[in-house]
């Protein structure tokens, strides 16, 4: 039987995957996350997530490997995570009051397969005052997260609306990742 291994460190992704009851290992590295300019983006999260997924499954060549980017489009502009306070509070009121896409990239690597797809899901945000904004940016919560907030924790509170995966914009499509891992012959528990 193939291991599973999830190309990241991100808590949130861990902890989706754990919900389902697979067992699974986590193992990141450090690849270029720079991309041209102009690409859509959809090609972009699915590029990043197949740059993760090649550097593990490299490390893994017998396992299964789950390797996700998430990305923020609003106004035509890509958002991704922010430098410091100033970019985070700047996204933000980018986002206020508007509707943004958040397109989350997946590529899974096998020995004898590979598979790359996305999903995009349109967030809408309340209008947001300075101090909301302020308030969150001191919180810490932005600082590793496409487009300035997490939708599963206190970011909760400036969402209005939300139309697609709501697990793909906390950072995997779980329904559709388990859909695609199965097609491609891993073996489930159920």
Known sequence: ??????????????????????????????????????????????????????????????????????????????????????????????LSGKSHKVYTGVSIIAPETSVAFYEKTEVVFWELSDEEINWYVQSGEPFDKAGSYGIQGLGSMFVKQIFGDYFAVVGLPVSRTIRELKKAGFQLPY
């Open 1 to 94: 039987m193939h291991n599973l291994i999830l190309a990241s460190s991100s808590p949130r992704r861990k902890e989706l995957l754990e919900n389902l009851q697979l067992q699974f290992i986590t193992s990141s590295s450090e690849v270029d996350e720079s991309f041209e300019s102009g690409l859509p983006p959809e090609k972009v999260v699915m590029e990043l997530a197949q740059r993760k997924a090649a550097a593990v499954f490299r490390e893994y060549p017998d396992s299964y490997v789950i390797g996700s980017d998430t990305i923020v489009s609003a106004d035509g502009e890509i958002l991704g995570k922010p430098k410091d306070k100033a970019e985070a509070f700047q996204m933000l009121r980018q």
